[in-house]
């Protein structure tokens, strides 16, 4: 399983951005996805998850209500909207994956075995 992070740039504050996850498996549909982020000397941390069907979603406090998790089947992607952001949102952004896991679980870093590179979101005041 192989996941790409895609969709990082340089933003003002107040822009949005949409990242993208490309997941190469045999089955996407068997994978829930997590994004986590990680700002510079900090540690990493739970962005957002989605479910396998897409039906179910988990938010960090910090992103709710800003960001938008989804998953396109046929393109075997998950995004992640962000809108209103801030310069706290600054950071790496990475992918994550584990076949057949609760939404719930996706937040357990140590327990994901699939990660993508990573895709550098930058807001500037």
């Known amino acids: 399983v192989q996941l790409q992070a895609s969709g990082g740039g340089l933003v003002q504050v107040g822009d949005s951005l949409r990242l993208a996850c490309s997941v190469s498996?045999?089955?996407?549909?068997?994978?829930?996805v997590a994004w986590f982020r990680q700002a510079p000397g900090k540690e990493r941390q739970f962005v957002a998850a989605?479910?396998?069907?897409?039906?179910?979603?988990d938010y960090d406090e910090s992103v709710k209500g800003r960001f938008t998790i989804s998953r396109d089947h046929a393109r075997s992607t998950v995004f992640l909207q962000m809108n209103s952001l801030a310069p706290e949102d600054t950071a790496v952004y990475y992918c994550?994956?584990?076949?057949?896991?609760?939404?719930?679980?996706?937040?357990?870093?140590?327990?994901?075995?699939?990660w993508g590179q990573g895709t550098q979101v930058t807001v500037s005041s």
């Open positions: 994550a994956a584990k076949q057949f896991a609760t939404v719930q679980a996706m937040r357990i870093m140590g327990q994901l075995p699939y």
């Open positions: 989605i479910g396998r069907t897409g039906s179910s979603t």
């Open positions: 498996a045999r089955a996407f549909s068997q994978y829930p």
